[in-house]
Each structure stands twice: as structure tokens, then as C-alpha cells.
């Protein structure tokens, strides 16, 4: 090989240049399976509070440590037939979807963006990587890590700024302020959708059958056909929970005939005339005829989530991401709906739309949409 070729800088794009783009596909393809193997430690760790290194990776199960020759992207998980070598667990095809998603992402990113210089593709690989991290913890756990949120802005500012290139620009300045004003665009517009479908649909009422009974346990409130987890109904100091109790149990006392408020957040529960902390109260049941539970039209990880995807894209590219993300919801309403599987469409978090829509973006809607929008003679 020539001693100058092997002399030059990394990403030097005259380097790059002198050999086939598409053996730069193939190695970005490899490259992502092997960001997807270490993805998959992200999805199971972060939601956890885990180090990402240490310990190193193991079975979840019997904690067994898992060889090299297993942790291979999508043949690791062949060779063991999808089971722990040791206790013959069941290991996820998850890790598989993920590691062969995000190796077929890094390479269409640097199909679309390669002529824009390695670095500038390996920085939208890394936002690519981002976003299959938060699609997969927000399906599995219904939050998106505020590393991903607040720290992909952050990056996307900061890149913005070194590689004007991902905003399709050549200095830096334009690039600075199309990432800021993405960002305070993307998180401002998803607010006000927030706020005005608070008001809209800020509470909802569920019909319990004569003699329902509902029962507050330490992390959710059950009633007869399902249970609500507290982190999904209270976000603000004034979500309250009401209900009227024909009776109604504490550890400790009962009452009869009272209106119940609850108000986790403010640490208020009124029970009739009398002030309580919940903190104090571990369990309480009630009979009641109907309650009125505290709801978002979307969550405040989403405020952020966007607020990362427009320091990537810009203004442009989050309202391709809003438009994107609401005929993604409803294509895969409607498909869950033909396949008798409506009752899904309720546990899908939106946040897998709008990284799905932001996915589309980098992958070539970026071209179209812009022409669409600002078509030429305007």
C-alpha cells in the first residue's frame, strides 16, 4: 500500500476518494452490526442506571460471562440457537433486529451522506444510533434517557458547529443557528401540543362496573380490567386524580362517603375535609362507581427527544418529523387494526415515530421535502 496513503489524516476525503464508495458502504454496514452489539447493552443498561463497561456482557439470567466468540453481531446469537450457553435461557431476538438495524442504517447513511465527507456520516451514523437506542428503551420502558434527549442536543450543537456539513452547509455560523433553531423549534412546537392537548384532553374518566373497586399500591393504581402505573398519569404538581368513594380503606382507618383527590406530584391527597401525605399512605382501596385519572397527549421525554432531532435536522426536518411521525401512527394504527391487534396501538409510546420520521429524514427525505417545501422559483 502507498506510504502516503497510509500517512494521511483518518478522514481526509482525498483518501476516501481513492477507493470505491461502496466498499465505504460495506465497512459502514460492518460497523454498524458492531454499534448495534454495543446498542443492545445501551437499551438493556441505561433504563436500569447500569455502567455501560463493566461488568463486561452477560447473561441476564444466570450472569454467566459471555465469550467473545458469542458476542459476534447476528452470528453470536445464531451460534447459541437464541438461548445462554449455560442455563439455556431465552435471549431476545431483539438483539438481532437491533444489530442487523443499525448496520443497515449506517450503511444507507453513508449511501445518502457519504459525499459529504466520512466525518460528516459518521456523525449522522452516531444520531442514527441515538434514535434506535430511544425507539427501543421508550417501547420497552416508556422513557427516553436524558442522555439521548438532552445530551443529543447538546452533540448536535456542538457538531453543528464542527461539521456544518450535516446541515448541508460550509461554515459554521448557518450550521450554528439552523441546529439552534431547530432545537428551540422542535421542543417548542411539541410543548404546545403538550399543553393545548392537556387542555383538550387533560383527563379521562373510566366507568367502573356496580361494585368496582379500585386499590393504590405503592407504584400504580389498579382498577378492575387494568393498572396504571403513577409515572403515567402524574407529570405536573396540579395532575389530580378524583374519584367519590362509597367506601373507602387505609391501612390503619376507613371512611365512608368522600370525595378523593389525589395529587402525587404536589405530595396532596384530601380525602373529604382531611389533608394527608401519600408518602404515608402505602396502600388504600376504594368502591366507587367512576374515576377521573390525569393524562398527556404526549410526554415531557418527547419535549426534549425533538429538541435532539432538531439540532440534528434543523426547522426543516422537525416538521418533516412531525408530519412523518403522525402518518407513521396512523399507518401502524391501521395495520394493527386489520391484524386484530388495536389494543397494541395504546402501548406504542410516540417516540418511536418521531425517531422513525427522523430516520427517513437523513436517509434521503431531506432532498424531496426541502424541493417540496421551497420549490424552485419561490
Not at 434527549?149 to 447538546?154: F, H, K, L, R
Not at 407529570?235 to 365512608?256: G, I, P, Q, W
Request: charge should be negative; aromatic fraction near 10%; glycine fraction near 10%.
Amino acid at each position: 500500500m502507498n506510504a502516503a496513503l497510509l500517512a494521511a489524516p483518518l478522514f481526509d476525503r482525498d483518501t476516501w476518494a481513492s477507493v470505491p464508495f461502496h466498499f465505504w458502504t460495506g465497512v459502514f454496514g460492518v460497523f454498524g452490526l458492531i454499534v448495534g452489539s454495543f446498542l443492545n447493552v445501551c437499551i438493556h443498561r441505561m433504563p436500569r442506571g447500569e455502567s455501560l463497561v463493566h461488568p463486561p456482557s452477560r447473561c441476564p439470567q444466570c450472569e454467566s460471562r459471555i465469550p467473545w466468540r458469542y458476542n459476534l453481531p447476528i452470528l453470536g446469537w445464531l451460534l447459541l440457537g437464541g438461548k445462554c450457553a449455560h442455563c439455556a435461557h431465552p435471549i431476545s431476538s431483539r438483539y438481532v433486529w437491533v444489530e442487523g438495524l443499525t448496520g443497515a442504517l449506517f450503511a444507507g447513511v453513508w449511501v445518502g451522506h457519504g459525499h459529504a465527507g466520512p466525518l460528516v456520516a459518521v456523525a449522522l451514523c452516531l444520531f442514527a444510533a441515538s434514535l434506535v437506542v430511544a425507539t427501543f428503551i421508550d417501547i420497552e420502558h416508556l422513557i427516553i434517557p436524558d442522555e439521548i434527549t438532552i445530551g443529543g442536543a447538546v452533540v448536535g450543537v456542538v457538531l453543528s458547529v464542527l461539521l456544518p456539513g450535516i446541515h448541508g452547509e460550509t461554515f459554521s455560523w448557518p450550521s450554528l443557528k439552523a441546529s439552534v433553531i431547530g432545537a428551540v423549534i422542535g421542543s417548542g412546537v411539541v410543548l404546545g401540543v403538550l399543553e393545548f392537548g392537556k387542555l383538550l384532553f387533560g383527563r379521562q374518566r373510566f366507568q367502573l362496573p356496580p361494585e368496582g373497586r379500585i386499590v393504590f399500591t405503592e407504584s400504580e393504581v389498579c382498577l378492575p380490567d387494568r393498572s396504571i402505573p403513577y409515572e403515567d398519569v402524574f407529570y405536573r404538581n396540579s395532575d389530580t386524580l378524583v374519584f367519590h368513594a362509597r367506601h373507602l380503606e387505609l391501612v390503619d382507618r376507613c371512611y365512608r362517603d368522600v370525595t378523593v383527590r389525589l395529587r402525587l406530584r404536589a405530595g396532596s391527597l384530601t380525602i373529604g375535609d382531611e389533608e394527608l401525605d401519600p408518602a404515608t399512605v402505602v396502600w388504600m382501596a376504594a368502591h366507587t362507581d367512576e374515576v377521573t385519572v390525569p393524562r398527556e397527549a404526549m410526554g415531557f421525554g418527547d419535549v426534549k427527544f425533538m429538541a435532539a432531532i432538531g439540532a440534528f435536522t434543523g426547522w426543516q426536518g422537525v416538521i418533516f418529523a412531525l408530519l412523518g411521525s403522525s402518518v407513521a401512527a396512523l399507518a401502524a394504527s391501521a395495520l394493527l387494526t386489520v391484524l386484530g391487534r388495536r389494543e397494541w396501538t395504546a402501548r406504542i409510546p410516540y417516540g418511536p415515530y418521531l425517531a422513525a420520521a427522523a430516520l427517513a429524514w437523513i436517509l434521503g427525505a431531506r432532498e424531496w421535502f426541502v424541493a417540496w417545501m421551497m420549490p424552485p422559483g419561490l
